[in-house]
């Protein structure tokens, strides 16, 4: 463990430095959203031990990835990893579970814990490109939070297509979801 390290991060966390302000800005936004929201103290705190374990296992090497995730996810691992490892450290919110361990690819089956995460660790402010309409969709995220799943996935599978990559069962299940949990498109 490195000193000085941001206490809400869990104790076996993985991160860099850089790893940790990404967090930290995922959980700011997440809190910002949560106030507008006037969600429950209860449900607030779900949001952000989503958010503290989403990426604690992003920069932990092979052997713990090996010991965690299913071998093969490639880059895809560190969501099931980190999620298996909370799990074994007395995580049993299934919402919060399932919003670690599909953070990178989509999952139909969300509440809204995973929806707050996935839009989120898109739209948090430290990210590089389309500053300015990630920032838009980020302030729309408390009234419309459907739209902007809806926007948010669209052009992380846009991204995705468009890198050659096939698509992860649970992305397409994922999408389907949405377009039909919204009707026409
Ligand atoms: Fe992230």
Same mark, same amino acid.
């Given at each position: 463990m490195t000193a000085g390290r941001d206490p809400r991060l869990p104790s076996w966390a993985e991160v860099s430095p850089e790893r940790e302000a990404h967090i930290a800005?995922?959980?700011?936004?997440?809190?910002?959203w949560a106030a507008r929201m006037e969600v429950s103290d209860q449900e607030r705190a779900r949001? *952000?031990?989503?958010?503290? *374990?989403h990426d604690a296992l992003r920069d932990a090497g092979a052997a713990t990835l090996d010991r965690w995730a299913t071998p093969g996810l490639g880059e895809l691992r560190h969501g099931p990893a980190s999620a298996s490892r909370a799990a074994a450290e007395g995580e049993a919110d299934?919402?919060?579970?399932?919003a670690v361990r599909y953070h990178s690819v989509g999952h139909s089956g969300w509440d809204m814990v995973g929806r707050v995460l996935y839009c989120a660790d898109f739209l948090e402010p430290g990210r590089g490109f389309d500053r300015e309409h990630r920032a838009v969709?980020?302030?729309?995220f408390p009234e419309q939070p459907a739209r902007v799943l809806a926007a948010v996935a669209t052009e992380r599978l846009v991204h995705?297509?468009?890198?050659?990559?096939?698509?992860?069962?649970?992305?397409?299940?994922?999408?389907?979801? *949405?377009?039909?949990?919204?009707?026409?498109?």
């Open positions: 800005r995922v959980a700011g936004l997440a809190e910002e949001w *952000l031990r989503a958010v503290w *374990l299934r919402g919060v579970l399932d969709l980020a302030g729309r995705l297509v468009n890198s050659g990559w096939p698509l992860p069962e649970p992305t397409v299940r994922f999408w389907n979801s *949405l377009v039909d949990s919204s009707g026409t498109r």
